[in-house]
């Protein structure tokens, strides 16, 4: 699959976008946000309203009432037209994954020799059927690998063009349907029930299909209803107050229907009410542009109240492997001899390790790899016998390995190990190293320290979280010694050595009984039980069946750092939310001082003082914020779907600054948006 | 605004402060169940009552439990002072044989005193008798006043508890907050009283001579004046530390008798607040964080200090119309000046004002100065502060629990804005909390929209109505404001004590009391039942200036946008007509 990085409106979802934001004028559509069904029945009032005036008389000039109900509509169009152009975006990748789903036949074993096959429509599979996939076919749904070996192309999921090896035991045997084997062949036990395997539930994610409100969106859906109901309340009593103020001073007419309406939804948080839906959308598009499928939208959610990140140590703190970091040579021995006996003796080693060894002699003394085949060198291998490698030349044995072996080694030739080179590896083994002895015969000639490298820039990421307020844990097999070196150079708060399933399990559990909520990645089976406490679980796409079952997302760049953009995700989810709600609340008072005086005119002519924009008449003024209310939704549609900017600050900081650009901008906006609407609407001479 | 005027603020307000502190420490550990050894002497009476009630004080409460126990409680209340008003007349301690009051005035005084707002539709002493007074309005002074801190001890406790089911038991905090915290205090500031010259008898009316006299009506000369007395210091004490405010006589604390003196006008200023102040320590202090309790109460007092200054500020400035006939009423050493209509010269404006933005701060209903007489602005902010919620500062404990239900809103909105569901003191708010909170806000809200339209568009409604234009409107918007938000001040200019007003503003202070309680305790209940959170840096701060402006500005938000319409066709318009006429 392509990624998909749509530009916001890119043609195609905009031309479909325009087409859904009519077809959800249905009722039955509307009545999902009550916010906006109360505008749309504002609209349908309206609409009569203007038949009135056109049909009989009224008491307001049937264009004004046209223009006030045309942008009214406009007003639940802007609505539907942002949610169906954030619902596009995840339809887009929806659709690119549907490609890779075309209907497979599979090869059912029907016999207990898992000779004989019989040809299954893949929707047809049950759990439990055995079915084969040879070279060149395509996986016909989940499952997992129960005989063989192959390479497999996943990229129809994860987008990544290089094969992986699936075989059976062990980690690497889950396979995802969709995915096509390349090479070799393998059997596969069916694990999920047709239109329930990972790619279905993927789709059907970022389709949005079975988009659920989270429980955030729920209480501020109330929030918003309450606020509604609230207006209503004010704008149906303005009313009885308008007839009897007409009736105590007698002069001027009761405020009209039109006007009541106008009010209404200017008042109405309509802003984040059309925006809202939209939101959840394109938080859950903006996870998935990252690679990390959701199941629900309540772990994104989640994901933004993470307190503690449980990160395991290997591929995510550090890399993958240890690398020779230093020579220590023996006393009477020069470091550049060891380095060249450990090059040597690494020669032929072609382990991470024993590369790192080539590199770091070829940084440090600029050592390069010899014509071999001229010395005619005898390689030994590493043998778990001896717990050695090395190399034979010209009549030297050179050798590398564990301090015990190498002094075994040199001890039955003669020799014996200097007590400069034991405490060397003593000190290399206490700060978290691992120590590699090399000899020359019976000579030893030094350490060569190896050790696991902490990835650059996690430092600063781990104290970008702990302003975040995310207090992260490293797990690790190691020792608590080395444990703790690395955890200290890498700057996490607390670390878990020779850590075991359970006792991954009960840290979560202890972290959480303390009221925390807590992430982790996880990619083998044993990680499983851990990822279906954790609250916010992230499984590798390259990981285990049960792993993936057992998380709530799956990452499908098996990047387990990807941990801390999800958080972010989560956290700029709440964030648009919290802000466009106070932007709308914020723009009430604006609406207030240009609606007021122009629906009591004729009444109360001196509340004109509060027409603190001098707009020009009475219904222009209505009109504007009418406008004005319809035009910010789509000038806020980029803002719902980009999300609002998140920056690891502290709590208060974050607060501080968005109330003065949402809060304190809200406040603004809308008196010079009004104005400026209210001015051009004169010079075209339109009101 | 004159020097005198910011002494005299300046010492109320001081008073004030100095005596919260400790009051709320000390009931903090009455409601925590420890009484301090110098209030062990009222331990025995605790316990009699107890034994008396057959109340197992050990025995906790769920919420609900709790609820059903404060609605039978109200509910015997309500019949009990109904009954006594109808009956009257036949019953002892009524030395001027005031008969039955009538059914629909007896309605509304018994709800309006259940509810701990003493809306008072009747004129005191011509209508009660010294029995009634006594046992059914002063009573319910002190238990209503205590339901309320009840159901706010609750509140603390869901935030305090964790995954709890209950939540204490109502008999006890009813109880103990009678006898610990409004007994002590009234009877101490009673006995002040009467040394001021607070009237306190069981002896009939007394017929004085006229020391200037006069004719009436008819050109006949009037020789002597009946003097309505009665047991009132007693009542006024708690009238003024329970939020409640029904006075004694009809124009209430306007009555030399009820307040004689400055010193009595100021002791009875700060007992008017005590109460509600002192709980936001006594907030601080159970939930083992004081600073929360202080930025409550900033946050109250961020609101009511500058409504303070407003309403002293435009009383002050007088009046155009004045203006334009050349009277010198300038403010000064030498004359009060200003606008002085409808107000005790024993008092000046400054009391005046201080007094109309307290009580109605405070939901205490009583009046040292007619608030109707005041100019349009000053009228407006007693009503907003009403409704407001009669959340700065409040009744006792429900102008509390009230900021704390605004309190959760405005963390809702801080903690989506820093990217965390929200949480308000270690627990997480969610749709239930929201949901309760929106009700509590919503519905004293649309009660006084609601029942001001009514009363407007009845002839009913406009018939008692006594002055017209903007003005007459003011007078219905502000009898709603006060019934449905529990407050019980009146306005005046509005002849409220007939069976459609008495019958509306008993509903609305029905539904202003309870469907602010019973969502409350719904709150609590759900709260305890939660686990507790620990703070950590990715925690909003609530007791930071900023969460402090936060608050008020969702106070005020709610407020203004809620009566922003129904305030400009009354004392906005109002405003503007008399200034640019």
């Known amino acids: 699959m392509t990624r998909i990085t749509p530009q916001l409106f890119e043609r195609r979802i905009f031309a479909e976008a325009l087409r859904s934001s009519v077809l959800k004028l249905d009722p039955r559509v509307q009545l999902r946000n009550p916010v906006m069904f109360t505008v749309y029945v504002g609209s349908l009032l309206t609409t009569v309203l203007w038949a009135q005036a056109v049909l009989t008389s009224s008491d307001e000039s049937s264009g004004f009432i046209l223009a006030v109900s045309v942008w009214l509509w406009f007003t639940v169009l802007f609505a539907n037209f942002a949610e169906a152009i954030a619902e596009g975006h995840g339809k887009a990748q929806a659709a690119s994954l549907k490609k890779s789903r075309t209907s497979v036949i599979a090869r059912k074993l029907v016999d207990a020799e898992r000779q004989e096959t019989v040809d299954v429509a893949a929707p047809d599979l049950k759990i439990g059927d055995l079915v084969i996939v040879k070279a060149g076919e395509t996986i016909p749904t989940d499952g997992e690998v129960v005989e063989g070996v192959a390479s497999v192309d996943e990229s129809a999921i994860t987008g990544e063009s290089a094969p992986v090896v699936r075989e059976s035991g062990g980690d690497r045997s889950s396979v995802t349907g969709g995915t096509r084997v390349i090479s070799d062949w393998l059997i596969i036990q069916v694990k999920t029930l047709p239109g329930q395997s990972f790619l279905d539930r993927m789709i059907a994610m970022v389709e949005g299909a079975k988009r659920q409100k989270t429980p955030n969106e729920i209480a501020l859906a109330i929030l918003l209803a309450a606020l509604t109901l609230t207006f209503l309340l004010v704008v149906a009593t303005l009313l009885p107050y308008s007839i009897y103020s007409v009736f105590a001073s007698g002069v001027g007419k009761p405020i009209s229907l039109t006007v009541l309406v106008a009010l209404f939804v200017c008042l109405a948080p309509t802003t984040i009410g059309a925006l809202l839906s939209a939101i959840g959308i394109a938080g859950m598009n903006r996870l998935s542009q990252a690679n990390v499928i959701a199941m629900s939208g309540r772990a994104v959610e989640a994901a933004g109240d993470v307190d503690v990140l449980m990160l395991d140590k290997t591929g995510t703190i550090t890399l993958g492997n240890r690398q020779a970091t230093r020579f220590i040579p023996a006393s009477h021995i020069e470091e550049q001899e060891l380095a060249e006996a450990a090059h040597l003796a690494s020669m032929a080693d072609e382990t991470a390790e024993g590369r790192s060894i080539a590199v770091l002699a070829k940084k440090q003394f600029g050592l390069r790899g010899r014509d071999l085949a001229s010395i005619k060198p005898h390689f030994v291998p590493f043998s778990a016998r001896t717990r050695m490698s090395g190399i034979t030349l010209d009549g030297h044995e050179i050798r590398k390995g564990a301090a015990e072996a190498v002094e075994t080694h040199v001890r039955s030739l003669g020799g014996q190990m200097p007590e400069d080179v034991r405490s060397a590896v003593q000190s290399i083994a206490k700060s978290g190293g691992t120590p590699l002895v090399v000899c020359r015969d019976s000579q030893v000639l030094g350490v060569i320290e190896l050790k696991d490298i902490v990835k650059g820039g996690i430092k600063e990421r781990f104290a970008e979280l702990r302003q975040m307020g995310i207090k992260t844990v490293m797990i690790t097999g190691d020792n608590p010694l080395t444990a703790a070196a690395i955890a200290a150079e890498a700057g996490v708060d607390d670390f878990l050595a020779e850590a075991t399933p359970e006792a991954k399990l009960s840290l979560i559990r202890d972290y959480q009984k303390g009221g925390r909520l807590v992430a982790m990645t996880g990619d083998g089976t044993n990680d499983a039980p851990a990822l279906a406490q954790a609250d916010v679980a992230v499984a590798m796409n390259s990981g285990t069946q049960a792993a993936k079952e057992a998380g709530n997302m799956v990452d499908l760049d098996s990047n387990p750092t990807k941990l801390i953009e999800i958080v972010n995700i989560g956290k700029q989810l709440l964030m648009t939310r919290g802000a466009l709600t106070t932007f709308s609340i914020a723009n009430d008072i604006a609406k207030y001082f240009a609606i007021l005086p122009a629906a009591f005119a004729s009444t109360y002519p001196s509340l004109r003082a509060l027409d603190l924009m001098r707009l020009t008449s009475p219904s222009s003024a209505i009109l504007s914020a009418v406008i004005f209310n319809a035009l910010i939704i789509i000038a806020l549609v980029p803002l719902a779907l980009k999300g609002v900017a998140y920056r690891p600050v502290g709590a208060a900081q974050l607060l501080r600054n968005n109330m003065l650009v949402y809060g304190l901008g809200g406040l603004v906006v809308p008196f010079i948006g009004i104005k400026a609407i209210d001015l051009f609407l004169t010079v075209c001479h339109l009101v | ?581």
Request: with cysteine; charged share 10%; glycine share 12%.
């Open chain 2, 1 to 581: 605004m004159t020097n005198n005027g910011l002494l005299q603020i300046g010492l109320f307000l001081g008073g004030l402060l100095a005596c919260a502190k400790p009051l709320g420490w000390y009931m903090a550990r009455v409601y925590e169940g420890q009484t301090p050894r110098f209030a062990g002497w009222l331990t025995p009476v605790e316990k009699l009552l107890y034994r008396l009630c057959g109340v197992d004080s050990a025995q906790e409460m769920t919420w609900r439990q709790y609820s059903y126990g404060i609605l039978c409680f109200s509910v015997v209340s309500f019949l009990a002072v109904y009954g006594i008003q109808r009956g009257q007349g036949l019953l002892p301690l009524n030395p001027q044989g005031l008969s039955a009051v009538s059914p629909d005035s007896s309605f509304n005084t018994a709800v309006s005193f259940v509810t701990n707002t003493n809306w008072q539709g009747y004129g005191g002493e011509t209508t009660m008798s010294y029995l009634t007074q006594m046992v059914a309005l002063t009573v319910q002074n002190f238990v209503s006043a205590a339901v309320g801190m009840a159901v706010l001890v609750v509140m603390i406790r869901g935030f305090t508890r964790a995954n709890a089911g209950l939540i204490g038991n109502f008999w006890v905090d009813l109880v103990r907050g009678v006898v610990y915290i409004l007994l002590p205090l009234s009877l101490a500031l009673a006995v002040v009283l009467v040394s001021q010259g607070v009237v306190q008898t069981f002896g009939s009316y007394r017929e004085v001579p006229l020391l200037e006299l006069t004719v009436d009506a008819s050109g006949q000369p009037v020789t002597t004046q009946k003097i309505a007395v009665g047991p009132a210091a007693s009542q006024v004490a708690i009238k003024q530390l329970g939020t409640n405010g029904g006075g004694f006589f009809n124009v209430n604390s306007a009555h030399p008798l009820e307040n004689p003196t400055p010193l009595s006008n100021w002791l009875e200023l700060i007992s008017i607040l005590l109460i509600p102040v002192s709980l936001c320590f006594t907030f601080g202090e159970m939930v083992g964080d004081r600073r929360q309790g202080w930025a409550i109460m900033a946050a109250m007092g961020v609101i009511f200090v500058p409504l303070l200054l407003i309403v002293v500020v435009t009383e002050q400035q007088g009046l155009p119309g004045l203006s334009a006939l050349h009277i010198d009423h300038v403010a000064g050493d030498r004359q009060s000046g200003g606008n002085m209509e409808g107000k005790e010269t024993r008092f000046g404006i400054v009391n005046s004002a201080m007094w109309a933005v307290t009580t109605t701060a405070a939901s205490n209903g009583s009046v040292n100065s007619m608030h109707d007489s005041f100019t349009p602005l000053g009228g407006l902010v007693p009503m907003w502060l009403m409704q407001l919620g009669e959340v700065v500062f409040g009744g006792v404990g429900s102008g509390l629990y009230g900021m704390l239900v605004f309190a959760l809103v405005a963390v809702f909105i801080a903690g989506l804005m820093v990217g965390r569901t929200p949480e308000y003191l270690g627990k997480k708010i969610g749709a239930f909390e929201m949901k309760m909170a929106a009700l509590a806000i919503l519905l004293p809200c649309a009660t006084v929209l609601v029942g001001t339209a009514v009363a407007v568009l009845t002839t009913a409604g406009r018939a008692t109505i006594f002055n017209s234009g903007p003005h007459g409107f003011s007078e219905v918007l502000y009898a709603f404001s006060s019934a449905g938000n529990n407050n019980g001040s009146a306005f005046a200019g509005l002849g409220a004590n007939n069976p459609f007003y008495n019958g509306m503003l008993g509903l609305a202070m029905l539904v202003g009391r309870f469907w602010v309680m019973l969502p409350v305790l719904a709150i609590a209940g759900s709260l305890a039942a939660k686990k507790k959170i620990p703070v950590g840096a990715g925690t909003l701060p609530t007791h930071t200036p900023l969460f402090v402006g936060l608050l008020v500005a969702v106070v005020i938000v709610v407020g203004a946008l809620s009566f922003f319409p129904a305030l400009a066709l009354g004392p906005i318009v109002e405003h503007l007509q008399m200034t640019t006429n």
